[in-house]
């Protein structure tokens, strides 16, 4: 049995819907941390520290900007059905969590 989600995000006043996951989570992260190290990296690392690029793992096509929120948006434009990656260039993860204060 196939359950199909449908999912509204706001971006401002603009509501977008979500395509449907095709992967994975685990294939997603292994497809698009290959793309990443083999296509996209070469291209974007220099003078690019910080920046986040939202990936296009069926497509491998990529969008840079300073968020995700950015990246994204513009890759979905090109390719509406994109199934995203994000990665920000020099860092182990896309955004770091804290609990509480340090005290």
């Known amino acids: 049995m196939k359950v199909i989600l449908s999912l509204q995000l706001y971006n401002g006043a603009k509501a977008i819907n979500l395509?449907?996951?095709?992967?994975?989570?685990?294939?997603?992260?292994?497809?698009?941390?290959?793309?990443?190290?083999?296509?996209v990296r070469p291209?974007?690392?220099?003078?690019?520290h910080g920046k986040i690029v939202a990936i296009?793992?069926?497509?491998?096509?990529?969008?840079?900007?300073?968020d995700t929120v950015t990246a994204s948006d513009r890759l979905i434009e090109r390719y509406p059905k994109a199934q995203i990656w994000c990665v920000r260039i020099g860092y182990l993860g896309v955004h770091r969590y804290r609990l509480g204060r340090p005290v």
Do not use: C, M
């Open 19 to 39: 395509p449907q996951l095709r992967y994975s989570k685990e294939e997603h992260a292994k497809r698009g941390t290959e793309i990443y190290e083999t296509q």
């Open 43 to 48: 291209q974007v690392e220099e003078g690019n």
């Open 56 to 66: 296009d793992i069926d497509t491998g096509a990529f969008e840079l900007a300073k």
